[in-house]
């Protein structure tokens, strides 16, 4: 079965960084399209960032210029490097595997993470 496997959330003060590792097993890793999202109470679950399985990226406006996301096919990894973090950018954040296709990162499909929670706080 697939699964996928986050880590790297936790506390930090506005202005630091965290980076985010998404492991994913049970399936053929380097087909599928990447992407980071995350959720507040009350609020919808929004992209963040996202990768093709051919290496493009797509950025939420909120966060272009500060985060990255990365893959590493041969470790079925994929990375969220979060730089110059905003209390705002509190949230729980889920990886998510989707098929890569014209649709991709449209309709929120595929396979996810159970989330790791990421609050920036003073």
């Known amino acids: 079965q697939v699964q996928l496997v986050e880590s790297g959330g936790g506390l930090v003060q506005p202005g630091e960084s965290l980076k985010l590792s998404c492991e994913v097993s049970?399936?053929?890793?380097?087909?599928?399209?990447m992407g980071w999202y995350r959720q507040t109470p009350g609020k919808e679950r929004e992209l963040v960032a996202g990768i093709r399985s051919g290496g493009t990226t797509i950025y939420s406006d909120s966060v272009k210029g500060r985060f990255a996301i990365s893959r590493d096919n041969a470790k079925n990894t994929v990375f969220l490097q979060m730089n110059t973090l905003k209390h705002e950018d509190t949230a729980v954040y889920y990886c998510?595997?989707?098929?890569?296709?014209?649709?991709?990162?449209?309709?929120?499909?595929?396979?996810w993470g159970q989330g790791t929670q990421v609050t920036v706080s003073s």
């Open positions: 049970g399936t053929v890793f380097s087909v599928y399209a």
């Open positions: 998510n595997a989707d098929k890569d296709d014209d649709e991709t990162f449209t309709y929120q499909r595929g396979y």
